[in-house]
Every structure is written in C-alpha cells, then in structure tokens.
C-alpha cells in the first residue's frame, strides 16, 4: 500500500530544492541513528507516549537509542519534517532495523507477541 505523495512532476522546479532541504538536518541526524542502532526512538518532552515506549523496552531488556526533539511548544517545525518523512503523524516513532513499526502501542504489541527479541546485554545506547 503506497501513501499519497504529490509527486515531484507537480512541484515546481524552482521549489524543490527548498522542499528537498526542509530541515533535512534532522531527518539525516535520525536515519544515521537508524543505521548505526538496533532499536531508535524518536520522541519528545512532555509527551508520555515516548516515555511508555522507553519503558516498554527497558522492561524487554532491549537497548535502544532514544532521539528527543523539543515539546508542544518548540521544535514542532523540526519534527514536521520527520512526519513528512515517514508519513506516520504522532510521537513516538520507533524503528527496528530500519523499519518504521508505528509508535508505543504498535511496539508493546511487537514485544508481546515476541516478535522484538530481548537483547541479552545492555549497551549504553539507552538514554
């Protein structure tokens, strides 16, 4: 199931490189996370949602790097641009190898179901 997305035969010449490049800075700073960890959280402060995640995984033994990026009053901008990215609208996004498995409900089902394997040591990736 493809997600619509104007397609760049609709977006004018003179615009795409401003579209390309729309904090690019943070999408990069998260796809480098994604390559160099196992497990990436993506969350923000004041959200629970992040939080139960977090705690979900510390509870399955599963290291993870955790990205934190503003609250409901900053940095919404900056994380406009990973919604755009990955199409998924809320926080947290979580990744596991890679691949975008929704957010906490979404992983806690994955954990229950034993489909994210507990990892047998810790690392200091968890934050």
Do not use: C
Not at 49 to 60: C, E, I, V
Request: glycine fraction near 8%; charge should be positive; proline fraction near 5%.
């Amino acid at each position: 199931m493809a997600r619509s997305i104007l397609d760049e035969d609709h977006i004018h010449p003179a615009i795409r490189e401003t579209i390309a490049n729309h904090h690019a800075d943070i999408v990069r700073e998260v796809q480098a996370a994604i390559a160099a960890h196992h497990v990436v959280v993506v969350g923000m402060r004041q959200n629970p949602f992040p939080r139960k995640a977090r705690r979900a995984l510390d509870a399955a033994g599963v290291p993870y790097r955790y990205l934190e990026y503003g609250n409901y009053i900053n940095g919404w901008r900056r994380r406009n641009a990973l919604k755009m990215w990955t199409g998924w609208p809320t926080f947290p996004m979580v990744f596991v190898k890679g691949v975008l498995v929704g957010g906490a409900q979404d992983l806690v089902r994955l954990i229950d179901r034993g489909e994210l394997a507990s990892a047998s040591t810790r690392n200091s990736d968890a934050a």
